[in-house]
């Protein structure tokens, strides 16, 4: 079995700050991590290998060329093969151009998947959309926010979460799934996995390479904008009344919310 | 934090900074029910082990990561016992019931035992103690008897770290009743052996979350290949599994010193009474001063003796009991010291600080009592300034 894990590096959202006099994000100084709901699809990732023997993991990310990092750790935790597409006509894409240009270094990976796994959503953009859409480009049933993976017989046995219970479902392989933070506790890099991360010289993939249309990627090719980035302003503190018998109260409050014509 | 440079390698660098984040990330959050429920750290081990990390004292030619560095095992020891050293002992434990294999066995014997401690597949524990044969460890009563290919055991152990949960345990027994300590034989022992089974697991003060166990031997038939080394050659492999044994030990004392420390400055620096944190109390400040002058001058000794003997110090007992002794004894008093520093919170148990405390004196008790390091080093003082005045 061929699975392969798309990945993405993220600012460490506990640290980040937002300026706010630009209403951009502040990154100076921010650690870059594994998004954390990808640590979850490379877990899943590994478990298969370790339940299936003969199992390859090929862990893909697109970013800048110090998006490397998150691939080594990927290999420091048992992942066999890595690709980062890294190249000038991707920037600036948004989920719809990064959903193709993902597609199209899937398409070139031999043997073809049989599951491509994603993160939930990363934690910097929280769009959820590049799983799917990746998804769409290739053509691939997508199962999105899924905690639990089966493999038997060629299909797929997978539990969906919900906010009030989850859905089991069956499909056919290949597949993709985007998976939840509950499907796993991620592990940590073996001593092994990060010596051999050490020696691994990565070449990055461009987009001739992979045989991807320039119309379709980067800033120009991407559908939507980032207007402006805020944070929420405040709740402000409303009205308070204390300190008087409860029918008063309520009928203060009554007569407000008729005042208003809410009631 | 400022630290001193003690020239440590590439890779001890690198198990510290993996064997800190794992500490934090998966013993930190459950020390504190470990040590209420006296629950061994099962799957703590096995993440270790699928990290590399119960092998890095086994050489590369039998599955481990060692290549003449003892750092990296100790500082492994070190980072764990920071957080846990309930935790730390299950972990380091499976080295001391390596040691006689790694010291006295037959290459034959390596290939067989060693790689499954390597992936961490298997555990390991050393038996040597019995009800009897504490300090006085010559004088075990475990017999074992030839019959053939096999010998007989027959006798109980006692206090056996790693007890019921290994799988592989180095086992001292008489061979030859007339020969005193010179009739010890050390044995191979597999779990599951007829014959040998396990006794209660004991409730004990501190290092709750490891396993304290008796072994119970009843006619229980070992291979005689088994056998480590000649027969009569047990106390050797015993003794000398101490002198490589106890500057881990010490490695305990000093990270248990070190997150007791961590503990007591962080908490100096947040409590506030009469309108200042008490740190800037010049009576506490300098207390904190001292706790941190003896951790590092634990860490130094302690560093000091395993880079030594790396390098092919010869006699090294007497150091190897320096350290442990004046480790062990720097984390009672720094973990008591902390108990103080945090007041009435630090005698309650929603603070990690008594259990740090009542964890310390083990230290001062295991692997010899520190009244039998003392009793080491002053027989080598006698030894080596007895041939110094020959000259």
Redesign the interface.
């Known amino acids: 079995m061929h699975i392969v894990v798309c990945v993405k590096q993220v600012p460490n959202t506990t640290q980040v700050r937002i300026n706010p006099e630009t209403n951009t994000l502040v990154r100076d100084g921010v650690e870059s991590i594994l998004n954390p709901f990808d640590e979850n699809a490379l877990e899943m990732a590994l478990q298969l290998k370790e339940k299936h023997a003969g199992t390859k993991v090929t862990v893909l990310t697109m970013g800048p060329p110090q998006a490397a990092e998150v691939l080594k750790e990927a290999v420091g935790r048992g992942a066999d093969a890595v690709t980062l597409l890294c190249d000038r006509a991707f920037a600036g894409s948004d989920t719809w151009a990064t959903s193709y240009a993902l597609s199209t270094a899937i398409r070139k990976m031999e043997p073809a998947p049989d599951l491509v796994l994603f993160g939930k959503q990363a934690i910097d953009g929280d769009t959820a959309q590049v799983g799917p859409g990746v998804a769409d480009w290739l053509g691939l049933p997508c199962i999105a926010y899924a905690r639990k993976i089966e493999i038997a017989d060629g299909k797929a046995i997978v539990e969906r979460n919900f906010e009030d219970g989850y859905e089991k479902l069956e499909t056919s392989l290949p597949c993709a799934l985007t998976v939840l933070k509950e499907a796993n506790v991620p592990?940590?890099?073996?001593?092994?996995?990060?010596m051999a991360a050490k020696k691994l010289a990565l070449q990055p993939t461009t987009a001739e390479a992979v045989d991807a249309d320039p119309a379709k990627l980067g800033l120009n090719a991407s559908p939507t904008r980032v207007v402006k980035i805020f944070s929420p302003p405040p709740k402000t503190g409303g009205v308070k009344w204390q300190g008087e018998e409860p029918a008063v109260l309520a009928q203060r409050l009554a007569d407000l919310l008729r005042e208003r014509k809410l009631i | 934090m400022a630290e001193l440079n003690y020239g440590l390698s590439e890779l001890a660098l690198e198990i510290r900074g993996m064997v800190r984040e794992f500490a934090e990330a998966r013993v930190k959050p459950v020390r504190a029910e470990l040590d209420e429920t006296g629950h061994f750290p099962t799957e703590i081990l096995r993440e270790l082990g699928k990290m590399d990390l119960m092998g890095l004292y086994i050489p590369t030619e039998y599955g481990g990561t060692f290549e003449g560095d003892s750092m990296p095992n100790l500082i492994a020891v070190e980072e764990l016992s920071r957080i846990c050293i309930g935790v730390s002992v299950s972990f380091a434990a499976n080295g001391l019931g390596a040691d006689p294999i790694l010291l006295g066995a037959s290459d034959e014997q390596k290939k067989k035992f060693l790689p499954p401690l390597a992936s961490g597949e298997k555990w390991a524990a050393y038996a040597l103690t019995e009800p009897n044969a504490g300090s006085d460890a010559g004088s075990i009563r475990t017999t074992a008897v030839k019959k053939g290919d096999k010998y007989v055991l027959n006798g109980t152990k006692q206090w056996i770290t790693n007890g019921g949960e290994a799988d592989i345990y180095t086992v001292f027994a008489v061979t030859d009743k007339n020969r005193g300590a010179r009739g010890v034989s050390c044995f191979i022992v597999e779990k599951g052996t007829p014959g040998f089974s396990f006794g209660k697991k004991e409730n004990k003060l501190g290092i709750r979350a490891s396993a304290t166990r008796e072994l119970i031997f009843e006619d229980c038939e070992v291979p005689a290949a088994n056998l480590i080394g000649r027969e009569g050659t047990g106390f050797i492999w015993a003794m000398k599994t101490f002198d490589v044994s106890r500057p881990g030990i010490a490695a305990q004392a000093v990270g248990l010193a070190q997150g007791a420390l961590d503990e007591a400055v962080a908490y100096a620096k947040v409590r506030e009474q009469f309108g200042k944190p008490i740190i800037a109390n010049q009576g506490l400040s300098w207390m904190l001063a001292d706790m941190a002058t003896k951790v590092e001058t634990a860490r130094a000794l302690t560093y000091a003796v395993v880079q030594s003997i790396d390098r092919g110090v010869k006699d090294y007992s007497k150091f190897s009991a320096m350290c442990k002794v004046y480790a062990s004894d720097v984390a009672m008093q720094v973990t008591t010291d902390a108990v103080q520093v945090f007041g009435g919170y630090g005698y309650m148990k929603e603070y990690p600080v008594e259990k740090m405390m009542r964890d310390a004196k083990i230290l001062q008790i295991y692997e010899g009592t520190n009244q039998i390091q003392r009793d080491i080093i002053g027989l080598a003082l006698n030894k080596e300034y007895g041939a110094a005045a020959k000259k």
């Open positions: 592990r940590m890099a073996s001593l092994r996995g990060k």
